[in-house]
T-cell receptor, first 113, second 110 residues
């Protein structure tokens, strides 16, 4: 099925460990995004890639890095995980431009202990 | 900074009644206003959107209204059904980035 695929779905990390969250879309979208969702906080933008070859910081980028590997793939890396990064992470994609809806993946639930 | 306020945070309605969720945005440059529905354990799904040159848009039982002067927009769901139970998010966009509201948990009581 067409859409946004995220892996893994669940992950438990120890403080200080690193990991990469993977995201791929097959809709030929230009723009891709990483959000985190915390109770009572809604969705907050971590990083985004307006088009292949570009990445920019969002609202809460500290502790994260991203790579736009190609048009399809956009990964999020936690270099040294902290308990404050316990969250549900969503990847999304859209047509390029500011007036298009997002297609979200099903999320990665990350727990840092 | 820019923000979007969403009310109420929780809403319970009887099946068949209407539900209204309201959002207020701060950035006057915003020109695209989508609404997302998130079911338990899933990612948000776009259900309806409106652009700044339109005042109202309807799609079957759901409608969105926009008042640019007051910087308000609202989601209206008529004839609610149990499957409408979910968390609903509004958003406003002035750039590539959305600003999301904090969500409304809608419960439709059978």
């Amino acid at each position: 099925n067409a859409g946004v695929t995220q892996t893994p779905k669940f992950q438990v990390l120890k403080t200080g460990q690193s990991m990469t969250l993977q995201c791929a879309q097959d809709m030929n979208h230009n723009s891709m995004y990483w959000y985190r969702q915390d109770p009572g906080m809604g969705l907050r933008l971590i990083y985004y890639s307006a088009s292949e070859g570009t990445t920019d910081k969002g609202e809460v980028p500290n502790g994260y890095n991203v790579s736009r590997l190609n048009k399809r793939e956009f990964s999020l890396r936690l270099e040294s995980a902290a308990p404050s990064q316990t969250s549900v992470y969503f990847c999304a994609s859209s047509e390029e431009g500011r007036s298009y809806g997002y297609t979200f993946g099903s999320g990665t639930r990350l727990t840092v202990v | 900074g820019e923000n979007v306020e969403q009310h109420p945070s929780t809403l319970s309605v009887q099946e068949g009644d209407s539900a209204v969720i309201k959002c207020t945005y701060s950035d006057s440059a915003s020109n695209y206003f989508p609404w997302y529905k998130q079911e338990l354990g899933k990612g948000p799904q776009l259900i309806i959107d409106i652009r700044s040159n339109v005042g109202e848009k309807k799609d079957q039982r759901i409608a969105v209204t926009l008042n640019k002067t007051a910087k308000h927009f609202s989601l209206h769901i008529t004839e609610t059904q149990p499957e409408d139970s979910a968390v609903y998010f509004c958003a406003a966009s002035a750039t590539y980035k959305y600003i999301f509201g904090t969500g409304t948990r809608l419960k439709v009581l059978a």
